[in-house]
């Protein structure tokens, strides 16, 4: 299985690339997190806000790999607890899908990526910062692998 992380944004601090970095590298190669950074649209003064979404959404649907569960990063979409994103990524496996998680940029997600997911998620009610995002997810999806294959990690 092989989980995709399509993100806007490709200038992160050093602590986010590590972070994310720390947890991928921990994931068995089965079990490979990926991430694919989507360049953001230049924002300046007079920047049209919807027409950069616009075209970081048509970068995002072009990186999904057909056969894709697409899962759009929403903070509307249904919260999990640990167990639960456990339960649904085992489940993913046992289906035979790979998985894009889409997670946009300060401005959000194309409505068009939303149209496209299979799934929403939210990590929180909370307005998170996109950077750290990164770091959650990863976080997250590493807790799922040790919770499904019996691993100290998760207590």
């Known amino acids: 299985m ?34 694919v950074e989507i360049p953001m649209s230049p924002r300046g003064k007079n920047t049209d806000i919807p027409k950069a979404i616009r075209k970081e959404g048509d970068s995002m649907l072009e990186a999904i ?3 894709d569960k697409v899962i759009a990063m929403e903070v509307l979409g249904k919260e999990w607890s640990t167990d639960q994103l456990a339960d649904q990524t085992e489940q993913w496996r046992m289906d035979g899908y790979n998985v894009s998680l889409l997670v946009g ?12 997911a299979d799934q929403t998620w939210s990590l929180s009610r909370l307005t ?5 995002v990164r770091v959650i997810l990863a976080e997250q999806i590493y807790r799922a692998w040790t919770l499904m294959n019996n691993h100290p990690y998760h207590r």
Do not use: Q
């Not at 940029?105 to 496209?116: E, K, Q, Y």
């Not at 998170?128 to 750290?132: N, Q």
């Open 2 to 35: 092989r989980v995709r992380l399509i993100a806007v944004g490709n200038k992160m601090p050093k602590w986010v690339t590590e972070g994310y970095d720390e947890y991928a590298k921990r994931l068995p190669k089965d079990f490979a997190l990926e991430l």
């Open 128 to 132: 998170l910062p996109h950077p750290m």
């Open 65 to 67: 790999p057909s056969g």
């Open 105 to 116: 940029g300060p401005d959000g997600l194309d409505p068009r990526c939303t149209a496209r």
